[in-house]
């Protein structure tokens, strides 16, 4: 008896055993058949295998994050996120899930597709379950920045920050916020320590550039920029501020190629490329060459139906080409520009005497001389500008400044285009006057009926 008993218990054992081996390689195979069908067929054969899987067993969790894999790298983000969460909601009824990863994946599907809300409550809840991890506070403070509200995204960067002082993806995030929000001076500390830290970081050159060219210092900004142009993502905007460098210092060949170049790169943002031809057009109007400019304006407002002041630029021209004297004192040579505005000065007042004449090499000519203005003897000192561009603050200012040197009486500012509101500003209750296109217009028509 006792002989088939143990008979008995070792056939039911091979039995169990026999069904415990089937099922393991049933499993094995199946598994297999999947990853073949992951590796040899598509997308959705993969998709539709996982999701039998799935439905027949919602606590396989390991085929679940397969099927995430491949919605995410399909950008199909909300099946991502539904998924995410399921796992979340079977997860938690199995001994020793963590959560965490979890969590980590479902807040950047949500960042993906831009639902700050439900990312800040996933961000919230780690930061809490994880105080001394940097994560959760690195995106809640580019959630804070998403939203509007760059004080807090600072607020949770410098937390994240001191959780990792080494972290430069940290330190690039912080540095962005503070150069956006014109807080120069820590946006330069930053981005200073991310150079310290990585030399040939190109955001840290890129970012350090912009601000040495609010500072102008041009020079230093400038070799920013050409460390800054060898990543591809910086490449056209380094090039568009090099170009603008190059401008300023009046070297327009260079900055002619260099704008050039820039504006026909790949990658430039639409931003970028309105500035890179509005810069372009700029270094053409310098040269004289008129039509180019004019070209480029117009292809500007092609894109964009109002661009700086692009539009009034074009009206201006329309005006000079209506207009010969007005034509002659916009392009023509710094001999004759100065020969016209010592005409434009007997035009404006009487008795003229010019004692002096100054050329400057930005286009504008000073004029000292004796003259009757309203009925009055006085020492009148002229400046004349040329451009398309309106004269703020400070070019009337320097012009002020100029004015109490040569210790004239009065002095006279004229422009072919206009002022900005600060200029006149700074006009008032000076011994200035600021004559604007109109008033250019009128003095070189009485030169012209004159002739």
């Not at 201006?316 to 100065?338: C, G, H, K, P, V």
Request: hydrophobic residues 40%; aromatic residues 10%.
């Amino acid at each position: 008896m006792t002989f088939i008993i143990i008979i008995l218990a070792i056939l039911f054992i091979l039995f169990f055993a026999s069904l415990y081996t089937i099922r393991v390689l049933g499993k094995a195979r199946m598994k297999a058949s999947l990853d073949k069908t992951i590796k040899e067929g598509t997308h959705q054969d993969a998709i539709d295998v996982l999701l039998k899987i799935t439905r027949k067993n919602p606590f396989d969790i390991h085929s679940r994050m397969e099927l995430i894999k491949i919605y995410t790298e399909e950008k199909n983000f909300p099946e991502a996120i539904t998924h995410l969460n399921l796992i979340l909601q079977f997860g938690q009824k199995q001994e020793g899930f963590d959560s965490r990863e979890i969590n980590e994946k479902l807040g950047e599907c949500y960042l993906a597709i831009k639902n700050f809300n439900e990312a800040f409550l996933v961000y919230k809840h780690l930061r809490k379950a994880y105080p001394e991890d940097p994560l959760p506070y690195t995106q809640l403070g580019k959630i804070e920045n998403a939203r509007g509200t760059p004080e807090r995204a600072i607020q949770y960067l410098n937390k994240a920050l001191s959780l990792n002082p080494d972290d430069i993806e940290i330190m690039e995030e912080l540095g962005s916020i503070f150069s956006a929000q014109k807080k120069y001076p820590e946006a330069s500390g930053v981005f200073q320590s991310i150079l310290q830290k990585d030399p040939d970081n190109p955001i840290g050159h890129y970012q350090m550039g912009l601000i040495k060219s609010v500072y102008k210092q041009h020079k230093e900004a400038f070799a920013h920029f050409l460390k800054a142009k060898n990543d591809s993502r910086y490449t056209a905007a380094s090039l568009l501020n090099i170009g603008k460098i190059l401008r300023q210092h009046n070297k327009t060949e260079e900055a002619k190629k260099v704008l050039s170049s820039a504006i026909n790169g790949q990658g430039i943002t639409k931003d970028d490329l309105l500035e890179g031809m509005y810069e372009l057009a700029e270094v053409y109007f310098s040269q004289q060459d008129i039509q180019r400019a004019i070209t480029l304006w117009e292809k500007i407002l092609t894109t964009v139906k109002e661009y700086r002041d692009v539009r009034a630029k074009l009206e201006r021209y329309e005006q000079t080409r209506a207009n010969t004297m007005l034509r002659t004192y916009m392009i023509s040579s710094r001999d004759e520009f100065a020969e016209l505005c010592k005409k434009i000065t007997h035009s404006f007042a009487k008795r003229v005497t010019i004692i002096r004449t100054a050329l400057g090499y930005d286009s504008t000519v000073e004029i000292l001389a004796q003259a009757v203005y309203k009925d009055v003897p006085t020492m009148i000192f002229f400046k004349f500008f040329r451009g398309t561009s309106n004269l703020g603050q400070l070019a009337i200012r320097e012009f002020y400044e100029k004015l109490k040197e040569t210790k004239a009486k009065q002095g006279v500012c004229i422009t072919s285009s206009d002022y900005t509101e600060d200029a006149i500003s700074f006009s008032e209750g000076r011994m200035l006057e600021l004559l604007p296109n109109k008033d250019l217009v009128k003095l070189l028509a009485r030169i012209d009926s004159k002739v």
